[in-house]
């Protein structure tokens, strides 16, 4: 295990921003994070666990010890008709998709092609085209820095949410996640009630889809509206969409009758904020280095040489925006360090 100095970020953050990490450790193995964190000038140290860098805007050089989990693996076991899932927290994200589509197990296709690693995945509870991890989840071993013991989280004791889990709340910074259990079937369910979905579908003459058909799809659209990291530097979605109350929705709705929105469940109504933002004249904009994406106003882009202060300001000046307009305020889903 080798700990690095003055080691440069700008490869392992989607953005592409040039910081550095004044330490620097790659874990490939669970065993590893007890001698680390044994070592007291470590365990002193500000800590950023890293996982694929893809929802994470670094503002400033870290000042501390960033821990790259790099833990790999990919199991399966059938009991009946389920399918648990073991990956290790290293794992890219879409490799375990894609091991799941080719395998027959239902539950991940809509979740194709989304950036960052398994063990990030349910921290930020990430969820596309009305699926979210929560939702095929069964449970994660993580170690705690504070007592250097693992522990295993079932989905209860994960608390998720709307993008949220413990993780990104009271848990924060204690936990790392080593792997990570899901739980699928072999008989397809499959979700296909987003429009986007189904319009694909019916474009491809694909009547009785299949789980490779869904994952296809959400992957082809998911390429036609975002751009690629490694020709672009991005976080995919940058702000939540909105939840705001019926009271709240009224008010809005009788300003704005073409209002996207989505009922969230609790007498609560879902925005989408792409659609608010791009209202606001925003989406494609170019300032400076950085902008939102052409196709996609949730999207925010480094057009080359942006630095995190740089996109954080044009995220605020847009959340301005919304809220003038609006009168409704957008939440940052990137992790902003």
């Not at 491809?204 to 020709?231: Q, W």
């Not at 709705?253 to 209202?279: C, F, M, R, S």
């Amino acid at each position: 295990m080798n700990i690095q100095h003055n080691k440069s970020l700008r490869k392992l953050n989607s953005f592409g921003v040039d910081v550095n990490a004044r330490n620097f450790v790659e874990i490939t193995d669970r065993e590893q994070l007890t001698e680390l964190f044994l070592n007291k000038e470590v365990s002193r140290q500000p800590l950023l666990i890293l996982g694929g860098g893809s929802n994470m805007l670094f503002t400033h050089d870290f000042n501390g010890l960033v821990v790259k989990v790099n833990i790999k693996s990919i199991s399966s076991t059938e009991e009946g008709d389920d399918v648990y899932v073991h990956a290790g927290g290293g794992e890219v994200w879409n490799d375990l998709v894609m091991y799941c589509v080719n395998n027959g197990f239902c539950g991940m296709e809509n979740l194709s092609l989304i950036p960052g690693s398994v063990g990030a995945a349910p921290i930020q509870n990430i969820g596309a085209y009305g699926v979210e991890v929560k939702d095929i989840f069964h449970s994660l071993e993580a170690f705690d820095i504070t007592s250097l013991s693992f522990r295993t989280f079932t989905k209860e004791e994960c608390e998720f949410g709307y993008r949220e889990s413990v993780f990104k709340g009271r848990f924060k910074g204690q936990y790392i996640i080593c792997s990570v259990n899901f739980k699928l079937s072999k008989t397809p369910k499959l979700n296909t009630s987003y429009g986007a979905i189904e319009t694909e579908l019916k474009n491809r003459g694909i009547e009785k889809p299949t789980i490779k058909d869904v994952s296809d799809v959400v992957s082809h659209i998911r390429v036609s509206k975002l751009p690629d990291p490694s020709t672009i530097g991005n976080a995919g979605s940058f702000f939540k969409n909105p939840i705001i109350s019926a009271q709240h929705f009224q008010s809005v709705v009788t300003a704005h009758p073409d209002v996207v929105n989505y009922p969230a469940g609790e007498g609560k109504i879902k925005l989408a904020a792409g659609w608010l933002i791009e209202q606001c004249g925003w989406k494609g904009k170019v300032v400076g280095h950085t902008g939102t994406w052409k196709n996609q106003a949730l999207v925010l882009v480094n057009h080359g040489s942006a630095t995190g202060k740089e996109i954080f300001d044009f995220s605020a000046r847009i959340i301005q925006s919304v809220n003038e307009k609006f009168g409704v305020e957008l939440e940052r889903e990137v992790n902003i360090f």
